[in-house]
């Protein structure tokens, strides 16, 4: 088994920062894409951004230039670190991970729990 454990969440002004951390643990082998996801209330999961293990990133244009995504692989982790916030990121946020497994050898998508992350103006 794999789980995602997020972090960092919470309530911030409309301007300000926060970073959401995510680890990884348990019968890894290796983790290939890592990535945040949003929803907000009402509306479908979006993706934020991604990780490739090779290192390239990709995000959603809204976030483009305010959100940095970077991973530490030796701790199997995840971070978003968002900056300049406004009252539309307010969502819950979760993180994914494909991760191949120990035992079977194939990989599998598993998500974090998520976190909520509001942003009052």
């Known amino acids: 088994q794999v789980q995602l454990v997020e972090s960092g969440g919470g309530l911030v002004q409309a301007g300000g920062s926060l970073r959401l951390s995510c680890k990884a643990s348990g019968s890894i082998f290796s983790i290939n894409a890592m990535g945040w996801y949003r929803q907000a209330p009402g509306k479908q999961r979006e993706l934020v951004a991604v990780s490739t293990s090779g290192g390239s990133t990709n995000y959603a244009d809204s976030v483009k230039g305010r959100f940095t995504i970077s991973r530490d692989n030796a701790k199997n982790t995840v971070y978003l670190q968002m900056s300049s916030l406004k009252n539309e990121d307010t969502a819950v946020y979760y993180c994914?991970?494909?991760?191949?497994?120990?035992?079977?050898?194939?990989?599998?998508?598993?998500w974090g729990q998520g976190t909520q992350v509001t942003v009052s103006s």
């Open positions: 994914n991970a494909d991760v191949r497994t120990v035992l079977s050898g194939r990989i599998f998508r598993y």
